[in-house]
């Protein structure tokens, strides 16, 4: 299992690659939620979302390791996050994308270097060929969450936060495939017990919910939630028995829930979030998550949204 000494060697390997994100504070976000609230802005990250911390942390031991080149199977910030550290690090990345992928997102890989393969519709028929790719030619396959690098590089979120908010009480984390929530549950619980972790779900979506529910990894069918980055249908093998050691809780949004949020944040902070960081605002907004009283850590994990789609993302 992943501990904080891998967290913190990540760190040291993804230092300059990465920016530190700042914390922002909103008073008309904290009155308006009746709480003190401290967001976590990893929409202004490398890349436009958290995912660069674990990509380049497996990336770049991949490449020590001898890779030829990554491969990765994710048209969203994920396969962003890999063609970007791929190129930097100066080997080829292939993203293997659906066939009916968005153009935006598209364009945005290929502008950082990476080659797009078209396959498919389906997490199912994308994997299987990246992996093939990878094994036929002496590449590595980078998974999005269930991997023990990404897990430790994403956790360096949960490092910066105890340094920049050593008073924290409460972290409120959105929650896909649980890479970024078990990295961060790994650093804070192991270096501050005390500090509560809240995870975040749509309701269109909600199976690392069920899985907590039950005690095992339970699947959902596809979700159609606009949080697209958290349309996951099971939590992972790595990441689930984390989420089962250390969650004190997981709550679940409604899609008018994740539409006003991202209409608070936009119109009010002026910040530019995609829907999937929106949940998390949205569990304050709504009272779920936090008390008045707690100092709470919100964590905006990424503003890649198309523009021409922000309409369908905020209340009719
Ligand atoms: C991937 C992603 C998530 C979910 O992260 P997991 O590690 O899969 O739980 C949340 N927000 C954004 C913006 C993402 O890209």
Do not use: W
């Not at 935006?104 to 502008?111: G, R």
């Not at 409120?172 to 078990?182: A, C």
């Not at 619980?189 to 309701?203: A, R, S």
Request: hydrophobic share 40%.
């Amino acid at each position: 299992m992943v501990n904080l000494q891998d967290i913190k060697k990540a760190r040291k390997e993804i230092n300059g690659l990465i920016h530190e994100t700042p914390i922002l504070v909103s008073e008309l976000l904290n009155e308006q939620a009746d709480r003190q609230i401290y967001l976590k802005s990893e929409h202004l990250q490398k890349t436009g979302s958290f995912k660069i911390r674990g990509a380049a942390n497996a990336v770049i031991k991949a490449e020590r390791e001898g890779a030829r080149f990554v491969t990765a199977a994710s048209s969203g910030n994920h396969g962003q996050a890999v063609a970007y550290i791929a190129g930097k690090l100066g080997i080829p990345a292939i993203i293997v994308v659906p066939e009916d992928a968005n153009r935006v997102k598209v364009a945005a890989i290929e502008a950082y270097g990476g080659r797009i393969e078209y396959c498919g519709f389906t997490s199912a028929d994308r994997i299987p060929r990246a992996k093939q790719l990878a094994k036929d030619n002496s590449g590595v396959y980078i998974p999005p969450y269930d991997h023990p690098d990404i897990i430790a590089g994403q956790g360096t979120v949960g490092l910066e936060i105890l340094e920049q908010l050593p008073d924290i009480d409460v972290i409120v984390v959105p929650v896909g495939g649980g890479g970024l929530i078990s990295g961060i549950l790994t650093a804070v619980k192991t270096i501050k017990p005390q500090v509560k972790i809240i995870g975040v779900e749509p309701e269109a979506g909600n199976d690392t919910f069920l899985s907590l529910e039950s005690g095992k990894i339970t699947a959902v069918a596809g979700s159609s939630s606009i949080a697209d980055g958290l349309r996951t249908s099971q939590p992972g093998d790595l990441t689930f028995p984390i989420l089962k050691q250390y969650i004190d809780g997981i709550v679940l949004v409604t899609e008018e829930e994740i539409k006003y949020a991202m209409q608070f944040v936009i119109e009010r902070t002026k910040q530019l979030i995609e829907p999937s960081a929106a949940v998390a605002v949205a569990a304050v907004l709504s009272g779920k998550a936090g008390e008045g009283n707690q100092k709470i850590g919100v964590v905006l994990s990424g503003g890649n949204i198309d523009l021409l789609e922000l309409q369908n993302c905020l209340p009719s």
